[in-house]
């Protein structure tokens, strides 16, 4: 009688699903295994990423890669893994969602109502503010858009921007605000326009 061992193929864990406002975003395939406990695991990771992004893993072969996402959307992060033996595991994946923060802004603030005077050639100023748990001088001012345009530069070349504890709800809380200002004329509003959108990044990466 002819006794044969075979051995199963390992089993690749990507780990659980993902949501973050951005910043670093580590990948966990720890939890791979190899019912016969063959061993060292080898990690092969692959990103799927969505439209006009170019993010890219650091250390793709390791357990434990990282990657920086650099537009707001849904990645999808591939494992597989091979034991000594040369047989592979089937992939598994895992979902990472990179959403936005939200912030507080006031258009021009201590105005009401918050207009805008399009075409006017004046600055308008937009106040983020700080709360108990977002600290607006993390934001980097450089990525920061308003209605599609950049903060305004000063004469000398600087971004119009400054800190400050904005007057707010009829007080001040404390905490330094972030004001930026935004030439009027390269806002891409129209005059039925009711609202419009800032978008901004930290320095850490959070969107």
Known sequence: MTVTSVNDAPIANAGPDQTVPGGTVTLDGTASSDLEGNIPLTFAWTLTKPAGSTASLVNPTGS???FTPDVVGEYTAQLIV???LGLMSAPDTVNISVVPLTVTIDIKPGSDPNSINLGAGRPTPVAIFSTNTFDARKIDPTTIT???APVQLKANG???AAFEDVLRNGGRDGRLDLVVHFDSNKLQLSKTDTQAILTGRTFGGIF
């Open 64 to 66: 434990r890669p990282t």
């Open 146 to 148: 308003f209605a599609g």
């Open 158 to 160: 600087t971004l119009n």
């Open 82 to 84: 091979t034991i000594t």
